[in-house]
């Protein structure tokens, strides 16, 4: 396997990949005034998911061409990582595409506020972590120009740098996937409350109403 290569890779497509497609659907819906289930906003959407998965499959043929010419080991962990992160990757762009098609102009708001909050936390805890597996890469190959058992073992303790930062991706993906599905969580919740609430005031006022006309009916009928 090679790290120097995955190193690049993970950096690269892995790191920005989730605020990419969540950038793209944030903008997608934001410069629509409100959610909406008319025929032109469905047929906008469904193109719109389209080249998103036309991104998720070439980005797949990226990774299985790097395992082919054996730059990702199959079966390491950087490799079960990375297919975990696929999954996320799939089953969370489908998710949060959904709430933000049902959110208003003033909840895309909060969510984008959200994701840009999330992605300076995300980007510099990354860009740390990389910075740190890159100069332990470039020392273990100063120090180990030939393979050798020690080269071996630090390599894996990279590995495990890599691992860690694949993981942290894909549980960036998945916090704004809960974290859009709790904020429609909260607005259907205070939409029941309140039409709970309507509920109990009409109600009595209807039953006062029929008691006034079953009264008046009583005095008709003497």
């Known amino acids: 396997m090679s790290l120097v290569k995955v190193l690049k890779f993970v950096g690269g497509s892995i790191i920005e990949k989730p605020f990419e497609i969540v950038g793209r659907q944030l903008e997608f819906y934001q410069q629509r005034k409100n959610a909406t289930l008319d025929q032109k906003l ?28 054996k730059e990702i080991e199959r079966g390491s962990l950087v490799a079960k990582a990375i ?22 102009i003033e909840l895309r708001e909060r969510a984008t506020a959200l994701v840009e909050d999330k992605q300076k936390q995300y980007s510099a805890l990354q860009d740390a972590a990389m910075d740190k597996a890159a100069a332990q890469l470039e020392k273990i190959y100063t120090k180990f120009p030939e393979e050798s058992r020690a080269r071996s073992i630090m390599e894996n303790a990279v590995e ?34 309140t039409m709970n609430n309507a509920g109990q005031y009409i109600s009595p006022a209807f039953a006062n109403n029929a008691m006034l006309r079953g009264g008046n009916d009583t005095k008709l009928l003497k």
């Not at 969370?92 to 208003?104: P, Q």
């Not at 890599?162 to 960036?172: A, P, V």
């Open 160 to 193: 495990k740098q890599l691992n860690n930062i694949i993981e942290t991706s894909d549980r960036f993906m998945r916090t704004i996937d809960e974290d859009f599905s709790k904020m429609m969580d909260s607005v259907r919740q205070i939409t029941e409350n």
């Open 42 to 69: 469905k047929q906008e959407e469904a193109k719109f998911m389209q080249s998103l998965e036309f991104d998720r499959q070439k980005f797949n043929a990226e990774l299985d061409d790097m395992i082919a010419r």
């Open 83 to 104: 297919a975990d992160y696929q999954k996320t990757m799939a089953e969370c762009t489908i998710s949060i595409g959904k709430s933000l098609g049902m959110m208003n």
